[in-house]
């Protein structure tokens, strides 16, 4: 999340999809800011999405990643909001912190098998979001994480380790929204 963009569409879309999954608890936020934020401008974050901030550390190419995302870890449900998006590989130098590695997304998930994640993912080829989003879930299932996606704009993974809860969100979501359900990506088949 970049200061400059806060409470733009993208931010919109973001609190729309955590209030249609509150039925399934409180949230919780991992912002990978990737520049300083005022505390005002992080306390108006939080606001915004109706989540409680985890941190407001800035990720760097320094940063040892695994230490920034620790505190993620123990939380219920979780958004996570990297600059760009979900990357399946790891990626060093000065674009890394843009995104969150798949890597990251798996460990995440392991401790918190019951709750739900879910990612920010504007890491996917203009007209090309479905072959994208789709390639990224197939190889979360096949690591032992669930995940459906929203296809639009602003792309978004919800993800658990349990399918029937994916399957669930992607339900509720379904209900709440009223969005058509072809802008939604269907959990694959194990």
């Known amino acids: 999340m970049r200061k400059c963009y806060l ?8 609190q729309s999809m955590i209030r249609w999954l509150s039925s399934f608890g409180e949230w919780s936020v991992h912002p990978m800011f990737t520049e300083e934020v005022l505390p005002a401008d992080a306390a108006a974050f939080e606001a915004l999405l109706g989540a409680r901030l985890l941190t407001a550390a800035v990720l760097s190419a320094d940063t040892d990643r695994s230490d920034y995302l620790a505190c ?4 219920g449900n979780l958004f996570i909001d990297p600059d760009t998006g979900l990357r399946m590989q790891p990626l060093r130098g000065p674009r890394g ?7 990251e997304l798996l460990r995440l998930t392991e401790p918190r098998p019951n709750s739900l994640t879910l990612v920010f993912d504007q890491s ?5 979001e479905r ?5 990224k879930a197939r190889a979360l299932r096949n690591d032992g994480v669930y995940a459906f996606a929203y ?9 658990a380790r349990d399918r029937s809860l994916v399957e669930l969100a992607r ?9 058509p359900e072809s802008r939604f990506l269907p959990v694959p088949a194990a």
Do not use: M, N, Q, W
């Not at 409470?7 to 973001?14: C, L």
């Not at 912190?97 to 890597?103: G, I, Q, T």
């Not at 296809?151 to 993800?159: E, G, R, T």
């Open 131 to 135: 072959l994208h989003l789709d390639g």
């Open 7 to 14: 409470g733009d569409s993208y931010d919109i879309v973001k």
């Open 171 to 179: 339900t509720r979501v379904l209900e709440e929204s009223k969005l």
């Open 124 to 128: 996917v080829g203009r007209g090309r």
């Open 97 to 103: 912190p843009e995104y969150l590695f798949a890597a």
């Open 72 to 75: 993620a870890s123990s939380c």
């Open 151 to 159: 296809v639009s704009h602003a792309c978004f993974l919800v993800a």
